[in-house]
C-alpha cells in the first residue's frame, strides 16, 4: 500500500490530498502545504494534477518519522469552498466511525 | 486455570522490553516504518484507518478474573473504554498508541498476557473449545494439548518466518465449537478402540478469499507424538508453501493443489524421521502440563435447588436460562454464556466496566474464572445452579443478559469499514440494523438456531463463508454492496455456504434477510427443523425464488 514505486502509477482525476497515520499514536493526519501536517482535512494541501500529487506525496513518504502509511486520497471540493472526503471510506477515516463508540450504561 | 511458571514470566518481561525500545528507536527515526513494522506486527500491533489496533491473546480461551481486569484496565487507560472479543480467542484494543504500547504491554506482562504471535506469518494462538475442562461428555481437556503445543511452538524460529500465518483449533468434544475444520491445522482429541487417547488431524482449511474446509490428514495420531505429527506437517509447508504468492501462501492452498493423499504422504515421510525423536512426549511431561491447569473444589450440590425452583416463575429469567444456561459436567453446576451481542450494540465489544463487573462476578460465582468463545460471547464456566437467579440480575444490569445465544441476533460481525483499512464495506451496522429487526425475542425463539456472520472484505475475519447466514461486504462503483450466502457451517459438519443471488446494496441487507428468514419459517417441515436443515434438505433454490421473485 505505501510502497513508493506503486504509488508512482498513480494517476488523480480529481482533487486530491494526501493523507498518512501518525507515528506516534496513529491519528489520520494529513500533508499542508506547508511540509507539515494537520489532523483537520480543512488545512490539507490539494493537488490538482497527477505530477503535484507524485510531488506531495514524496515529501510526505520522506517524512518516515512523523507519519506512516501515506497515500493520495480524493476529495470533493463543494460550493462553499470546504473540503470533503472524496469516499466512504476517507469521509470515516476523517470524520470517525458511523457508528457511536460502545460506552459504559 | 493454568498457572504460568517462572521461565513464561521472565520471557514476558524480556519481551516487553524488547519491544520498549523498538518503539522508542522507532518514534526516535532510529528505526525505518519497513524495519520497524515487522517488529510491531510480532507484538500484534497493525495500522487500521484511524489508529493502531492491538491484539491480545487469550490462550484456549481462559482467562482469570485478574486478567480480565488488567484487560479492563487497558481499554481505560490506554484506549477507549471497550475492547473487541475476535473470532480467534484474541481482544482487540482499537485506539492504542504507539509511545503507550510498552506501557500497556508490560501491565499485561504483569498477570501473564501478552500479544506474540497475534499477527505475523507464524504460529498464531492455539484455540479451543470455550467449554474445555466443563462440558459433559468431553474426552479430556483440550487445553493440555493447546498449552503443550503453545510452549513449543511460542517463539519457535523454525515456525516464526513461515509462507503465512498458521492457526491451529482444538476440540475434545463431539460438539465442535471451536471450528477446528476452517483453521490451517484443526486437532479432535478422542479414544482409539484401545481406549488410547490421541487425535484425528484435520489440514488445509481455512477461509478468506479461497475458503476450504480441512480433510482429515490422519485418523488417529497418539497423544505422545502430536508435537512430531504437527511438526512433521509444518517442516512439509514450510517446504512446498507458496512464499511467492500471498494469495496462494497458506497450508489450504498447498493441500487442495497436492491433494490430500499426497500431501499426507509427504508429511508421513517427514514424520517418521521424527517421531522418535525428543519431540515425543514422555508421560511426565504430558502430566507436568497436566497438573498445571487446576480445577474448582466443586461442591456436592443438587440438580435441582430451591432458588432455581422459584425463580422458574419468572417467565424473564426463564427465558434466559433456557437460552443461555448450559449443562456441566458437575451436578448442581452450570456453563453460562455471557451475550455481548445487545440489541443495536456492536458484536463482540464489551465496555471496562462490563469487564470489570463480569471479572467480579466470575469471581463470586464461577471460582475466578472467564471463557472466551469464537461466537464473540464470553462464558462463566463454573456456576452453582442455586447462583443462577443472583448472577441473571447482575448481568442483565450490566446489558450482559440479552438472551440471544445461538439466536438470529448472536451474529459474527468483523470491524469492517469503521475500523479496517482492508475493508469494502461496513459490517458493524449490518449486525446492529440486523438486531434490531429481531429484538423481539420470542420471533427470535420461534425462528431457532440461525447463525449470521458478516465480513467486511473477503479476508473473511467475520467467518461469512461458514454463517447459517453470511453476508459479504464488496464494493462496487464505490459504492458498499452485500453478497449473501446460505447454508454455511462452522460446527462438525462444516459446510460453505452457497450464493443465494446478486449482491444487494447496503440498504437492502436487512430486508433481503429478513425475507430469508421468512422464506425459511414457510419452508421448514416442522417447527423443529432448523435453519441450517430446511436448506440442506431443500438446497437454495426455493430460498432465491421467494427473496428474489420481487427484486
Ligand atoms: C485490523 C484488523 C484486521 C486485519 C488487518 C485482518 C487481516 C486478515 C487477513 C489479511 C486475513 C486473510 C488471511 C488469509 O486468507 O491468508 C484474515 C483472516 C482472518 N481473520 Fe483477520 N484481520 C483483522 C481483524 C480480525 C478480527 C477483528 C477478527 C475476528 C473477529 C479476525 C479473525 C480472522 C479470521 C477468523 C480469519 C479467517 C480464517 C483464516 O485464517 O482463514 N481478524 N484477517
Ligand atoms: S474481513 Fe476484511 S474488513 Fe473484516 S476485519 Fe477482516 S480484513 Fe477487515
Request: hydrophobic share 40%; charged share 25%.
Amino acid at each position: 500500500m505505501t510502497s513508493p514505486l506503486e504509488q508512482k502509477k498513480i494517476r488523480i482525476t480529481g482533487p486530491s490530498v494526501v493523507t498518512a497515520n501518525r507515528t506516534r499514536d496513529g491519528v489520520v493526519i494529513y500533508r499542508t502545504a506547508q511540509q507539515g501536517w494537520s489532523a483537520q482535512l480543512a488545512d490539507a494541501a490539494i493537488v490538482r494534477t497527477s505530477d503535484d500529487a507524485r510531488a506531495l506525496l514524496a515529501e510526505a513518504v520522506a517524512d518516515d518519522v512523523g507519519a506512516i502509511g501515506a497515500y493520495i486520497a480524493p476529495v470533493e471540493i463543494k460550493d462553499n469552498g470546504v473540503i470533503a472526503p472524496g469516499n466512504l471510506r476517507e469521509h470515516i477515516r476523517s470524520e470517525g466511525l458511523t457508528i457511536e463508540l460502545p460506552v459504559s450504561a | 486455570m493454568y498457572a504460568y511458571d517462572e521461565l513464561d514470566r521472565t520471557l514476558l518481561h524480556e519481551r516487553v522490553e524488547e519491544f520498549r525500545d523498538q518503539v522508542k528507536r522507532r518514534l526516535s527515526g532510529e528505526l525505518t516504518e519497513d524495519e520497524f513494522k515487522i517488529l510491531r506486527l510480532q507484538n500484534g500491533v497493525y495500522l487500521q484507518l484511524h489508529a493502531y489496533m492491538f491484539r491480545v491473546a487469550i490462550p484456549y480461551g481462559t482467562l482469570s478474573s485478574k486478567q480480565l481486569r488488567a484487560l479492563a484496565h487497558v481499554a481505560r487507560r490506554y484506549d477507549r473504554g471497550y475492547g473487541h472479543f475476535t473470532t480467534r480467542q484474541n481482544i482487540q484494543f482499537n485506539w492504542i498508541k504507539l509511545a503507550e504500547l510498552p506501557d500497556a504491554l508490560a501491565d499485561l506482562a504483569e498477570v501473564g498476557i501478552h500479544a506474540m504471535q497475534t499477527s505475523g506469518n507464524n504460529m498464531r494462538n492455539v484455540t479451543s473449545d470455550q467449554w474445555a475442562g466443563v462440558a459433559p461428555g468431553e474426552v479430556e481437556d483440550p487445553r493440555i494439548w493447546s498449552e503443550l503445543l503453545r510452549q513449543h511452538t511460542t517463539l519457535h524460529p523454525e515456525f516464526s518466518f513461515l509462507p503465512r500465518k498458521f492457526k491451529i483449533a482444538i476440540t475434545a468434544s463431539e460438539h465442535d465449537r471451536a471450528a477446528i475444520k476452517i483453521h490451517d491445522i484443526g486437532l479432535r482429541l478422542h479414544k482409539n478402540a484401545d481406549g488410547e487417547t490421541g487425535f484425528e488431524v484435520l489440514v488445509g482449511g481455512g477461509l478468506g478469499r479461497t475458503p476450504f474446509i480441512a480433510k482429515t490428514i490422519k485418523p488417529f495420531v497418539h497423544g505422545r507424538d502430536i508435537l512430531s505429527y504437527v511438526e512433521a506437517i509444518l517442516r512439509v509447508y514450510n517446504q512446498y508453501g507458496r512464499r511467492d504468492n500471498i494469495y496462494k501462501a497458506r497450508i489450504k492452498i498447498l493441500v487442495h493443489e497436492l491433494g490430500i493423499e499426497k500431501f499426507g504422504k509427504e508429511v508421513e515421510e517427514e514424520w517418521q524421521q521424527l517421531r522418535d525423536s525428543a519431540l515425543t512426549l514422555d508421560d511426565a511431561a504430558i502430566e507436568e502440563v497436566r497438573s498445571r491447569f487446576s480445577y474448582p473444589a466443586y461442591e456436592k450440590l443438587p440438580h435441582m435447588p430451591d432458588e432455581l425452583k422459584q425463580a422458574a416463575h419468572d417467565p424473564v429469567f426463564e427465558r434466559w436460562r433456557k437460552n443461555s444456561v448450559f449443562p456441566h459436567k458437575v451436578q448442581g453446576y452450570s456453563i453460562v454464556t455471557l451475550s455481548l451481542k445487545p440489541v443495536g450494540g456492536p458484536p463482540g465489544d464489551a465496555t471496562a466496566e462490563q469487564m470489570d463487573v463480569i471479572a467480579d462476578l466470575a469471581d463470586r460465582y464461577s471460582f475466578g474464572e472467564i471463557r472466551v468463545g469464537h461466537e464473540q460471547n464470553l462464558a462463566l464456566p463454573h456456576v452453582a445452579k442455586r447462583d443462577l437467579p443472583a448472577l441473571w440480575k447482575a448481568l442483565d444490569k450490566a446489558g450482559l443478559a440479552t438472551p440471544n445465544v445461538n439466536l438470529v441476533s448472536d451474529i459474527i460481525a468483523c470491524p469492517g469499514l469503521d475500523y479496517c483499512s482492508l475493508a469494502n464495506a461496513r459490517s458493524i451496522p449490518i449486525a446492529q440494523e440486523l438486531t434490531r429487526r429481531f429484538a423481539n425475542h420470542d420471533t427470535a425463539g420461534l425462528i431457532g438456531r440461525l447463525h449470521i456472520n458478516i465480513s467486511g472484505c473477503i479476508n473473511a475475519c467475520g467467518h461469512h463463508h461458514v454463517g447459517h447466514i453470511g453476508i459479504l461486504g464488496v464494493e462496487k462503483n464505490g459504492e458498499e454492496f452485500y453478497q449473501i450466502t446460505i447454508g454455511g457451517r462452522a460446527d462438525e459438519s462444516a459446510a460453505l455456504g452457497t450464493l443465494i443471488g446478486p449482491s444487494v446494496p447496503y440498504a437492502e441487507v436487512a430486508d433481503v434477510v429478513e425475507d430469508i428468514v421468512e422464506a425459511y419459517l414457510a419452508l421448514r417441515d416442522s417447527p423443529d427443523e432448523l435453519f441450517i436443515d430446511t436448506v440442506k434438505r431443500l438446497g437454495v433454490e426455493p430460498f432465491r425464488e421467494r427473496v428474489y421473485a420481487t427484486r
